[in-house]
């Protein structure tokens, strides 16, 4: 692969009518190493919550690309994030997802740092005869080059060369705003998460979160028995949408720079909506425009692999690339600090239904997903054709719900929900384009 080639894998031609994908994108194990050296590592990437590591000592770890991170309140109360690896033998020091401690003790030869990352004892020290070499070196965990918050979300780059991180969000800022200002005091993850593995691409899932069209042939069984409920059947507590009523309204997508991008759609059942109770207090502190946006589906994507998602109920999503052809999800449902236990109810019963790996939606996806990556293998067919839809109504710049919204995204659409746009999808292949070809070049990932 070479420069050129990344404008191969992706044929982006919309001035002729044309937008594809080749499948290698998914399944050569070549690209993926590549997406790991010129994406994953050049980029900022999402990481955690500020709140999930409220007091001093407190840890998360996450991963960027394949690289595991230890994310720490230090005991000065600062945030830091470390490359969770000893530096002694790269044993992986911290196994756990999340906890406090005030030391973190390598499980191979007992090497222990604090939470600021810092070697405090490396075990038989005085007898082990060191050179003078070795005492000259540090051996503290290795800090990330890049980290930084917005909104209590915290972001870290393994790259010095990033741009400032409000920078890099751009507009996309407004639809952190809309998940996290919607608790008068923050928002935090709700105790526990659905963690699983799926035999596809990262890419699948990412696609996938902008993909509207799949939603009225893969998740029939979903809404029959939300249907059901609405007749008294089931777990009529849940309190489901009404897809029938969904389905007729009108929604939109807009693309911004860096491969971010959002869809929206009109909710008819504001009311089945956990905040609704509450939208008045809510009115009062972010305007009655972006209190209405609230009410709104929504579904975000952050290159390259994080999705805020509120099209049932408010989560936060990750996946991690472990192979061409593995790939980890973790989905966090994020509610208001300190809502009643009857929304908090609510909430949950409808993230359950939908996100849980055992939910009535996930595994239709995750078969699809693994599906598409055994079709990968077929000689046949090269490019794919799951991008055309929409580009024909596509818009340069804001159009006017944008501008209602205060946002300007380098595309607008707007239109019935069952035109199910795939335009969606193209910044991020732009975005996927552009950083492969820099790595290639030899640029900088950001100029």
């Keep these: 692969m070479n420069p050129r080639e990344a404008n191969f894998y992706v044929d982006d031609r919309v001035s002729e009518g044309v937008f594809r994908v080749h499948r290698d994108v998914f399944s050569d ?36 690309g394949r690289n595991p991170i230890l994310v720490t309140r230090t005991p000065a109360g600062k945030i830091a994030a470390h490359l969770n690896i000893c530096p002694h033998k790269g044993v992986q020091l911290c ?25 405090v004892d490396i075990k038989d020290a005085k ?20 980290l ?6 915290i972001f870290g780059s393994l790259s010095p060369d990033v741009p400032e991180l409000e920078t890099f969000l751009g507009d996309m800022k407004t639809f952190i705003d809309l998940a996290m200002d919607q608790g008068p005091h923050g928002m935090e993850i709700v105790p526990g998460r659905a963690t699983y593995t799926y035999r596809g691409n990262w890419k ?52 911004f720079p860096y491969g971010h991008t959002c869809l929206w759609l009109n909710q008819p059942e504001v009311e089945k909506r956990p905040i609704y109770p509450v939208l008045d207090e809510v009115r009062s502190r972010v305007g009655d425009t972006r209190a209405q946006w609230m009410l709104k589906g929504r579904n975000s ?6 999705q805020i998602a509120d099209s049932t109920t408010l989560n936060v999503r990750t996946f991690r690339p472990i192979a061409a052809n593995l790939t980890e999800m973790r989905v966090h449902c994020i509610a208001p600090i300190g809502e009643s236990p009857e929304r908090r109810t609510w ?31 077929a000689r046949p067919y090269e490019y794919l054709q799951g991008y055309y839809r929409g580009m024909e109504i596509v818009q340069q710049g804001p159009d006017a719900t944008a501008r209602e919204l205060g946002v300007n995204p380098a595309t607008s659409l707007r239109a019935p929900f069952d035109s199910n746009c795939e335009t969606s999808m193209h910044a991020a292949y732009r975005e996927w384009s552009r950083l492969m070809g820099a790595g290639f070049a030899g640029k900088k990932a950001f100029e």
């Design 301 to 306: 994507l952050f290159f390259p692999n994080m």
């Design 29 to 64: 194990p070549e690209i993926f190493e590549l997406e790991m050296k010129y994406i994953f590592e050049r980029t900022w990437v999402y990481l955690a919550l500020e709140n999930q590591i409220p007091k001093p000592n407190d840890f998360v770890t996450a991963w960027i």
């Design 204 to 255: 699948m899932q990412m696609d996938n979160a902008m993909d509207q069209y799949h939603l009225t042939s893969t998740h029939v069984s979903f809404m029959d028995v939300q249907a059901k409920r609405r007749s008294g059947s089931g777990n009529t507590e849940a309190r489901q949408f009404d897809w029938d009523k969904r389905l007729s309204q009108e929604g939109g997508m807009f693309s």
């Design 127 to 146: 007898a082990a005869n060191y050179p003078a070499a070795f005492n000259a070196i540090s051996h503290d965990l290795m800090p990330i080059a890049r």
């Design 95 to 119: 196994p756990v997802e999340q906890g406090s401690t005030k030391f973190h003790v390598c499980p191979y030869h007992g090497w222990a740092f604090d939470a600021s990352g810092k070697n």
């Design 347 to 377: 909430r949950l019963r409808q993230f359950e239904d939908f996100f849980n790996p055992t939910g009535l939606a996930t595994p239709d996806d995750t078969a699809c997903f693994e599906a598409m990556q055994r079709g990968y293998a």
């Design 148 to 153: 930084a918050s917005y909104k209590g979300m």
